[in-house]
Structures are given as C-alpha cells and as structure tokens.
C-alpha cells in the first residue's frame, strides 16, 4: 500500500513569488493534515482537514497561505506571497478519521526563500 | 490546549547500550494516545509506538517500550541495546479526543556512537 506522497521534495523560490505543495494521502483516509516544521522543531499544525472540509484552520496564515481538499482526496498547500520566514519543511500527514489513533506522515517539502 | 515538552534537547549513546528520552505533557482530557515518533534526516516521520492512556500496562515494540506515568503526565522511551540506526531526532506526541491533531514535543537528537 502506498503511503502518504508529497511533492515537489524540494523547493526553492525568491520572496514575493507563489509556491504550491502537494499531498495525496493514504487510501481512504478522511482526516488530511498540513504540518510546518522550522529547523530543529517539532512540527505545528496548519490545517486540518475531515473530508473536504476543513475543521481547524486557526493556525494558518490566511493573509497569505491556502489550502484546499478537493473531493475529499488531494490536497493542495499554497503561499503567494512567500516570505523569507516561510523556509520550512512542509509536512503532509494522513489518518483514517475520527479520534488520531496514528498518523502517516509523508516526506515532506523542503522550501527555501531567498 | 495540550502542550508537550522535551527536556533534553540532545542525547548520546553507545551502541548496544540502553537510552531514555524524556517526555512530559499537559492535558485535562482523559482518554488520549501518546506517540514516539522518529525523524530521521531523510525526514520522513515514522512511528516508533504508540500508547493509549486508558490503558495501564506499558508498550512495548521489539528493542523500544515506555514508561507511562498517567497521573505525573509522563511518558518517557526507552530504547535497548541500541543500534546506529537509532539515530534521529525524536519527536513525543499528544493525540487527544477534543482535538483531532497531533501535537508535537520540541524533539530530541538521538546520537548514536559506535
């Protein structure tokens, strides 16, 4: 069974540019999350998504971060405009639904903004 | 809202030999899970072992098990006979009923020496 996949791996952009990440989770997941890891920290919540909707968005910055579950499956993570505090590891994670008895993480995205 | 902490932001030790990583944590639900995650530099998160909070008895996955201190809201892992392939950072994780997401300690670097 395939796991969580994320792409691009990496990224590099210029500030004020538009960035997109991708994430298609585990076979019959409900519950999609978007994660951001600075350098040497634990991860931190941005969105969580049951389904296509999105259920806790408190920690995503709306001026310039979005993010949509189309048909409840694929996932999209995108800024415009990035700045340089973005650089982070970007991290997609599954889980089946319901209370998190386990979550499946992907590899991540790797951004860098200069 | 849950918080986790890890103390010890790094941690050595010889290979073959037995490790702990510490683990504390703040919540007013009772009935939750606990996790070990392992980060290695490929960043792919990978669950280590998972406890649930109603139950006593401790987990226990091959060379890994916890302590599990309920009503001290500590859970500390202990890895035996440790392998070069221990080495990571490692991540302790809260997973409430209230709140479907995971919430992440600061992580521990794990250094293994031959």
């Known amino acids: 069974e395939a796991g969580v996949v994320q792409s691009p791996r990496y990224k590099i952009i210029e500030k004020k540019q538009p960035v997109a990440f991708w994430c298609n989770p585990i076979?019959?997941?409900?519950?999609l999350y978007w994660y951001r890891q600075n350098l040497g920290q634990g991860p931190e919540l941005l969105i969580r998504?049951?389904?296509?909707?999105?259920?806790?968005d408190s920690q995503l910055p709306k001026d310039r971060f979005s993010a949509e579950r189309l048909k409840g499956v694929d996932s999209t993570l995108k800024i415009q405009p990035a700045e340089l505090g973005d650089s982070a590891v970007y991290l997609c994670?599954?889980?089946?639904?319901?209370?998190?008895?386990?979550?499946?993480f992907g590899q991540g995205t790797r951004l860098t903004v200069v | 809202a849950q918080t986790v902490t890890q103390s010890q932001p790094e941690m050595s030790v010889q290979e073959a030999e037995t490790v702990t990583l510490s683990c504390t944590y703040d919540t007013s639900e009772s009935d939750y899970y606990l996790f070990w995650y392992k980060q290695p530099p490929s960043r792919q998160m990978i669950l280590v072992i998972r406890q649930e909070a109603y139950k006593q008895q401790n987990a226990t996955e091959n060379r890994f098990s916890v302590n599990f201190q309920k009503a001290a809201k500590s859970f500390s892992l202990k890895i035996s006979d440790s392998q070069l392939g221990d080495a990571a950072m490692y991540f302790c994780?809260?997973?409430?009923?209230?709140?479907?997401?995971?919430?992440f300690g600061q992580g521990t670097i794990l250094t293994v020496h031959p």
């Open positions: 994670a599954s889980s089946p639904g319901g209370r998190v008895t386990e979550a499946f």
């Open positions: 998504y049951e389904n296509e909707e999105a259920v806790d």
């Open positions: 076979s019959g997941h409900n519950t």
């Open positions: 994780a809260y997973g409430g009923t209230s709140y479907g997401k995971l919430t």
